[in-house]
């Protein structure tokens, strides 16, 4: 019996890709990187204390004085450990790939709340995007990237985008059929259907996915260091690699307290939604 | 009178394919029928009626009776299958998606069951969405929304939240927002079927009252008969999706078209369904024969009434003791009830109508009392007690339970002791 030569095909599709796109994907990367190293440079600039004030003031604005005490002793501590400038960088990754997440997921999981047979279509898309192991999003964004930041931020982008999408349909899918009927017994076109209605209404769903996509950014830029994205991931790789186990644990907690730093800042935007009282 | 809205001959099918159903329909299948060979939903089976301008229109029927379908399709939020549905003049059935919208906007405003109120609206910015949706600037829309804001009675809560107002009060906030939108033709579906009895009422009596000042066309659905006959000018009743019978409150009630709509009327003559036994209050207090007019004095005075029923030892009813007479009798030195002269006020059996009873009332000024089969004193009913079961809130098409606990508390007490008092006034004298 003959394999199927499914390797071949793809390695035949990718180089068919390359020769054709080649160059443009080159000079979109490279720009791309660009903006993404001048963010770091200019935040690096300003003074480690003021951007942990910053993060605390948005802190105690979202939640209370009880996360914003959180954050500056948290940052602090990265700062102490000296791991500031990776700190900055794996910041950068994230907030870009969850930004660029946000801005392809939330319209595509708008149409899919709107559009059953669009749904239909996304939704087992969605489901094998989540099953396959992450690290499994490096392979493609290594072979038309290469090495370095920019494929470590695409490799994020396709791994954070799904709960921004579902969460978006979702929460557009569960307005009320009645608050969807005021719409029209009022006669409102479909765009201010959706922006007077069905996008406020599924605010606090689709910041539940905001969160979500800002948790897998995290996660995966830290993986990503394994295609050359900076930061604390590349840290813990090489503690890894030398078997530095003290060095490894310093750069681990410093991710969870980005995590728990976010997490709880996302939420806390959330939650002040739900309550529906500014 | 101008007809408002004419519908003619109006199907809804639902279904992804609902010429069949069409054709069968035109055969003359039923509703059942046709659900059966093409698993199709008949939800209206042409059905043809007007509304007059100015008119409260009810639609009447059993639950999946067709009833929120036909309000859906009078501003298309519900596809008709076939059918016309004329406004002003207009064939709506025919109009496109933008002539839709501009029919909803200027045309109709609908007021919701569950009240839909917006969320993340604040009350007068839900109240304003219609005209803000027509592009109306924010200045105008807010003052004509206060305005009727006011007229509804929720001056002051202007910035709360929905989540912040009680069900009576979302529902002020929903018409609001209908009554804003300036449009001729109101679509209430069930509006006031979420609201407690009371608030209910009251809000039956906001919509006559405004609907007084405003003079719009309503469209109102409801299940509640006693709802239906006092809003409506014209009832229509629905089965099955096909209209019944339409007629003032009057026609339908004194001649209902069939049983169906029979069955919804029964009871609206409540004299004739109630009687003694569901309006009567417990015995008491009572005062056996063998005790003298000096106990029976005493319990008057306790209980600050001017007469009091006798019973004997079974306590088969003996006659009523008077204030009047049983000084007399203590002055006479009489020590035993059985040898005084007792009054005898009006008795009627358990199951007497409270139209018989109603009638044995009018010429007695004593109360009223209720025996049972064996003759035994059940029951006593003041003139209060007949009242307050004949007034219009009184709800008689419902369960007996509630017929008894609506019927006791209160009113009859209010009215029972304002008589007591008063003749106790005067025997005081
Ligand atoms: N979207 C729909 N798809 C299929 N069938 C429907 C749909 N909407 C209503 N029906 C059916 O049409 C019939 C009429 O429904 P409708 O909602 O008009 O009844 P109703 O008189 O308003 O009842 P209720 O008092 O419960 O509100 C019912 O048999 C219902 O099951
Ligand atoms: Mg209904």
Redesign the pocket.
Known sequence: MTKIPMAEAIDKVVKWLQINFGESIDAFSDSFGDLIKYLESYLAFIPWWLLILLFALAAWRVSGWKLAVGTILGLAFIFNLQLWPAFLSTLVLVFISALVSIVMGIPLGIIAGRNYRFHRIISPVLDFMQTMPSFVYLIPALLFLGIGTVPAVFATVIFAMPPAIRFTDLGIRQVPVDLVEVGEAFGSTPGQLLWKIQLPVALPTIMAGINQTMMLSLSMVVIASMIGAGGLGAGVLEAIAQLKIGMGFEYGIAVVIIAIILDRLTQGIGSSLRTGDK | MKEKIIVKNLVKV??ANPQKALALLKEGKDKAEILNETGF????NNVSFSVNAGEIFVIM??????????LRCLNRL?EPSAGEIIVDGTDITKLNAKQLRKFRQEKTAMVFQQFALLPHRTVLDNTVYGLEVQGIPKKEREEKALKILEIVGLKGWEDKYPSQLSGGMKQRVGLARALTNDADILLM??AFSALDPLIREEMQDELLSLQQKMNKTIIF?T?DLNEALKLGDRIAF?RD?ALIQVGTPEEITTHPSDDYVAKFVRGVDRSKILTAADIMKKPQPLIPLRDGPNVALRIMKEHGISSVFVVDRERHLQGIITVDAALEARKAGIMSLSEVELEHGPVVSEETPLHDTLTAMVDSKLPMGVVNQDNKLVGIIVRGSILAALAPDYSGSDSEDELAATASPDHKLVFAEEEMEQESANSAI
């Open positions: 639902f279904g939903t008949v939800g209206v029927g059993l639950s999946g009776s067709g009833k929120s379908t036909i519900i579906d069930e659905i299940h629905l999706g």
